[in-house]
């Protein structure tokens, strides 16, 4: 049983991670049926790997000092336990990335993510989602080009933390918009907006 589970494939030596899911309660098996509340869109995959690598199913995600995705968890959980709405079984938050491809430090990723001819995308960004949440950070000239694709994505609502302005703002943040990354975030500035969406 694990809270995190993701799809991982080797693409020209590369390992890229797809359809990352972090359910709120602990799963055996995922499957397709289940319930995907919203999502929160990163940069890339850092540190974390398969325990097992295998390119068709969903994996449990081994951290390896990966901070993200446990931290996004706890804030959901808090928000839940803010509005004193159930979890319902199953539910998970999708992960998104501007990029796939898994390496801790970003300038080798978006390196090694110019070799490849064309925008390599995630399956999973053609769900419907309720929201998305932006924590791509700020301004970044190698970062931009994937960033354009999310003003098309079928979402219900669109936010993000606005590091200058210090508030939510409902909307896909701007190429220049600095869209707070959650490392460092005190929680308490997100959990009462997240608990009234969930």
Excluded at 135 to 157: D, P, T
């Amino acid at each position: 049983m694990n809270y995190y589970w993701a799809k991982f494939k080797k693409l020209n030596n590369n390992i890229f991670r797809f359809d990352t899911r972090i359910y709120l309660n602990l799963v055996e098996n995922p499957s397709d049926n289940d319930l995907c509340i919203g999502g929160v869109v990163g940069k890339n995959p850092g540190s974390a790997l398969p325990y097992y690598y295998d390119s068709n199913n969903l994996q449990k995600i081994d951290l390896n000092g990966d901070k993200l995705l446990p931290n996004v968890r706890s804030i959901f959980l808090k928000a839940y336990k803010y509005s004193n709405k159930t979890i319902y079984k199953n539910s998970y938050i999708q992960v998104l990335n501007l990029i796939y491809i898994c390496d801790k430090d970003l300038s080798q990723a978006t390196k090694r993510i110019e070799e490849y001819s064309k925008i390599i995308i995630c399956d999973a960004e053609s769900k419907h989602f309720p929201f998305l949440w932006y924590v791509w950070g700020g301004y970044n000239e190698k970062l931009n080009i994937y960033k354009q694709r999310f003003c098309n994505l079928n979402i219900g609502l669109n936010f993000y933390f606005s590091t200058k302005n210090k508030k939510i703002i409902n909307s896909v943040p701007g190429l220049k918009d600095a869209a707070r990354h959650t490392q460092g975030l005190k929680h308490k500035l997100v959990i009462p907006y997240i608990s009234n969406i969930i």
